[in-house]
Each structure stands twice: as C-alpha cells, then as structure tokens.
C-alpha cells in the first residue's frame, strides 16, 4: 500500500482564489511528521510546511496551511489568495517515527497545480 | 551559503558507462540522501546515509552505489548505467534533532542533476 497518496494529477484555479490540494497517508506509527514540498518548472525542491503528529494545531505559514485530520489520516494543503507564481508541482511527504535516528521522507506522487490569471 | 550543491547538473550517459553524481553540503547536516524522480512517480529514496561510514539502502537501490567517507560529501556511483536509470537525481540532507523546540526535520535539497542515459 502506497505510504502517501496524492489522488489529483492535476489542479487548476483562478488567480486569487483558494485551492486544497489532497493528501492522505498510511501509517501505524504514532510519531509522525507531514510535509509540503513545492517544485517549480525551474526544478527546485522548496520546503513550504511541516506538520508534526502530535501538533494540537494546524500548520500555517503565510499563505500556506495545512488541512491535519489525524482520524481521517490527511493533510491537505491549502492556498488563500493564489498567484501565478504558485504554478507548480506539489508534494506531500511523511516521515514515520521521531527523533534524530529517522531523517527518511517518503513522498507522494504529486499534484500539478496552475494558476490561471 | 551553499547549502547542498550536487554535480554536474546534466550528464548523457552511454549504455553500460559509469560515473559519480557529486553530492557536498556545508551545513554540517548528519543525514544525506540520494532520491531519484522520474514522471508520475515522485520522488524515491535511492539511498541514505545517517553519518560518516554509515550508508544503508532505501526504496530503490538496485544499480546505485554510495559511500560517506566525510560529513560533507555523498557521492552517488551507477557502475554500469542502463536506460532505465534516465532520471532527475536530487540529494538531500538534514540535520539532528537537538531536543528543543520543534523539530520538522525538513530536508534540504540539491538543484538536481539530470541524467539521460542512452
């Protein structure tokens, strides 16, 4: 069974608006960190959000939260106000067990999002 | 800063040729990794390291061979390239948790080398 699923190819928003891109995971671990990685045409891997499994709080880093439905084993993530450079590919990744022994990230296999003007 | 700075960023490859993708970080970051992408798959662990002289296997490690002789470097070596190892090679790495304060453990990557092999 696949470890992160990323069930939309594709995407596609106004400029402006919010988007959700889905993510849910697999795990029996009860220590485990959730992850969104941005991957522009340019090919880069730009680290946008970290949720950690014990966080009594949603993640949110500017325009960036994260949806964290621990029972339902999601984290979805959301854009407010999209903008044309948010074009990109989009990775969630999860990392299963804590503490300085256990660096590995499995990722899903991504949604492209576009933004349209 | 640097950061994670892989070489060479494009290679074309004949069948059954070997080479080194060059992996070096200046962040003094104990775990490297080697993760290969390739359309509709994501990203996939190739292999790992969690310090010097300590490597180990990940998803996919068939035809890759790595060594951590230093903290900094982690070459990644395809000792007789095939096809099916046209890809995107990125290296990453990260650094321990210090026990304070919230630990994300993100990895930081490379730009990526980008590797035809025909």
């Known amino acids: 069974a696949q470890k992160i699923t990323q069930t939309q190819p594709g995407m596609f928003v106004q400029e402006k608006e919010a988007v959700t891109l889905d993510c849910t995971y697999d795990t029996s671990d009860p220590s485990y960190g959730l992850f969104w990685y941005k991957q522009p045409s340019s090919g880069e891997m730009i680290f946008l959000i970290y949720q950690g499994s014990y966080d009594q709080q949603n993640a949110t880093e500017g325009r960036y939260s994260l949806n964290f439905q621990k029972a339902r084993k999601s984290a979805n993530l959301v854009i407010s106000a999209s903008q044309l450079g948010d074009s990109a590919m989009y990775f969630c990744a999860m990392r299963e067990g804590w503490g300085g022994s256990n660096y590995k990230l499995t990722f899903g296999k991504g949604t492209l999002l576009t933004v349209n003007p | 800063n640097a950061g994670v700075t892989q070489t060479p960023k494009f290679q074309v490859l004949k069948t059954g040729q070997s080479m080194t993708l060059q992996c070096a970080q200046d962040?003094?970051?104990?775990?490297m990794s080697w993760y290969r992408q390739d359309p509709g798959m994501g990203l996939r662990l190739i292999h790992y390291s969690v310090g010097a002289g300590i490597t180990d296997q990940g998803e996919v490690p068939n035809g890759y061979n790595v060594s951590r002789s230093t903290t900094e470097d982690f070459p990644l070596r395809l000792l007789s390239a095939a096809p099916s190892q046209t890809s995107v090679y990125f290296c990453?790495?990260?650094?321990?948790?210090?026990?304070?304060?919230?630990?994300?453990?993100?990895?930081?990557f490379g730009e990526g080398s980008r590797l035809t092999v025909l």
């Open positions: 990453a790495s990260s650094y321990p948790n210090a026990g304070q304060g919230a630990w994300a453990g993100e990895l930081f």
């Open positions: 962040m003094n970051h104990e775990y």
